[in-house]
């Protein structure tokens, strides 16, 4: 069975540009969670997708943004990139909403 | 509300030693209890879990954690460290048996010395 799976793996930009981060969940999977993992933060919890629709979001500003599509998988865009948006970001699928979450190799943004 | 601690943001251990990595909790509900691990370059693999039946946990690779109510401990424990260990391992709580709101600790990176 195949894992979460996330693209690209690292991805470079510069300060005030666009970024765009996808997930495809493991098969069957309906519940798309992700989180940044910046250095010596642990994991923040970014966003919720379930069934296509956002169901909670954390602590960040509205420029973190995103959307599941129909088939579960889902992007994540951060606008305005500032140089405090490095970090891994992480994308995990669950069966359903409260359930353990598997997790992707993710995606290493780099803002210069 | 709920969070979660971990002692030590690193420890090093010698390969063959006892690794011990500290866990504490604060919950207002029954919590459900999880270790995570993160070779580098990989996300997290769920090392075990700990859900309201048996106290002591077993998970993979020899790993086991022992849940103590009065204590608010989850720590992580193998007898005999191996160098495929050297990891980052992350303690998580949550409400429910995943999900959204499950909080984790800022991680410790485990060293293993040959």
């Known amino acids: 069975e195949a894992g979460v799976t996330q693209s690209p793996t690292h991805l470079i930009k510069t300060r005030g540009q666009q970024a765009t981060l996808r997930c495809s969940p493991i098969s069957g999977h309906t519940s798309v969670y992700w989180y940044q993992q910046a250095l010596g933060l642990g994991l923040q919890f970014l966003l919720w997708y379930d069934e296509g629709e956002e169901r909670n979001r954390g602590n960040f500003p509205p420029r973190f943004s995103g959307r599941q599509f129909p088939n579960y998988s889902s992007e994540l865009n951060v606008n305005a990139l500032e140089l405090e948006d490095s970090a891994l970001y992480l994308c995990?699928?669950?069966?359903?909403?409260?359930?353990?979450?598997?997790f992707g190799p993710g995606t290493r943004l780099t803002v210069l | 509300a709920q969070s979660v601690t971990q002692l030590g943001s690193h420890v090093s251990v010698s390969e063959g030693a006892l690794v011990l990595l500290r866990c504490n909790y604060s919950?207002?509900?029954?919590?459900?209890l999880f270790w995570y691990v993160q070779y580098p370059n990989q996300g997290l693999q769920l090392l075990l879990k700990y859900t309201s039946a048996a106290t002591l946990v077993k998970g993979i690779n020899g790993f086991e954690a022992e849940f103590k109510k009065s204590e608010t401990s989850f720590h992580l424990t193998k007898p005999s460290a191996h160098m495929s260990d050297a990891a980052e391992y992350f303690c998580?709580?949550?409400?429910?048996?995943?999900?959204?709101?499950?909080?984790f600790g800022a991680g410790t990176r485990l060293f293993v010395k040959a």
């Open positions: 919950s207002s509900v029954p919590p459900y």
């Open positions: 995990a699928s669950s069966p359903q909403s409260y359930n353990e979450q598997f």
């Open positions: 998580a709580v949550s409400p429910y048996t995943g999900g959204f709101k499950t909080i």
